[in-house]
T-cell receptor, first 113, second 115 residues
Framework: KNQVEQSPQSLIILEGKNCTLQ??????????LRWYKQDTGRGPVSLTI?????NTKSNGRYTATLDADTKQSSLHITASQLSDSASYIC????????????FGTGTRLTIIP | DGGITQSPKYLFRKEGQNVTLSCEQN?????MYWYRQDPGQGLRLIYY???????QKGDIAEGYSVSREKKESFPLTVTSAQKNPTAFYLC??????????????FGPGTRLTVL
């Protein structure tokens, strides 16, 4: 069964600090991995998308890494801001298309001043 | 201003009623999707459509119905047959269904509560 597991479930950090969120997956075959940011009560917004041949991708203060051999990904947030408070969702896509995505349950990040 | 709109933002339903959630996109995307989000669970696919007048069941289609009469519109009806409809519903679109690297763009969501 395809699965995406994220850790930690929740995280609280001080404004200005860095943090790293983890994603492990068992989806096979594998095409790409995506990270989304979801503010409370809103729809997810795409941060990065990486194929199996990409090891890292950045989007401003967000940097995602991918190790397709160990089936692990991480999302690193640098110099956190209050607006980073949100849920971060890892999504893995098999080779077939967008109708077969497997979504993680997300990491709830809270930034405190 | 391009994007996906969903309405209403909040919806309350009495047991036994059918309700329809609206989803409109002006991104000129061919593919559209409906997901359900419950606390502590990942998004689950209800229905998807690759093209006008064509749609397919996702993983949890029972108790739901859709139509795709126009490229920009993909309404979802939650029927009385759906036993636990209280959830956050998200509509999404992408340029194409079959290209696995296509980013999905999500709407703001509709929160449905059964009274």
């Amino acid at each position: 069964k395809n699965q995406v597991e994220q850790s930690p479930q929740s995280l609280i950090i001080l404004e200005g600090k860095n943090c790293t969120l983890q994603c492990n997956y068992t989806v096979s075959p594998f095409s790409n991995l995506r990270w989304y940011k979801q503010d409370t009560g809103r729809g997810p917004v795409s941060l990065t998308i990486m194929t199996f041949s990409e090891n890292t991708k950045s989007n401003g203060r967000y940097t995602a890494t991918l190790d397709a051999d160990t089936k692990q990904s991480s999302l690193h947030i640098t110099a956190s801001q209050l607006s980073d408070s949100a849920s971060y969702i890892c999504v893995v896509s098999p080779y077939f298309g967008n109708e077969k995505l497997t979504f993680g349950t997300g990491t709830r990040l809270t930034i405190i001043p | 201003d391009g994007g996906i709109t969903q309405s209403p933002k909040y919806l309350f339903r009495k047991e036994g009623q059918n309700v329809t959630l609206s989803c409109e996109q002006n991104l000129n995307h061919d593919a559209m999707y409906w997901y359900r989000q419950d606390p502590g669970q990942g998004l689950r696919l209800i229905y998807y459509s690759q093209i006008v007048n064509d749609f397919q069941k996702g993983d949890i289609a029972e108790g739901y119905s859709v139509s795709r009469e126009k490229k920009e519109s993909f309404p979802l009806t939650v029927t009385s047959a759906q036993k636990n409809p209280t959830a956050f519903y998200l509509c999404a679109s992408s340029i194409d269904l079959g290209r696995s690297t296509d980013t999905q763009y999500f709407g703001p969501g509709t929160r449905l509560t059964v009274l």
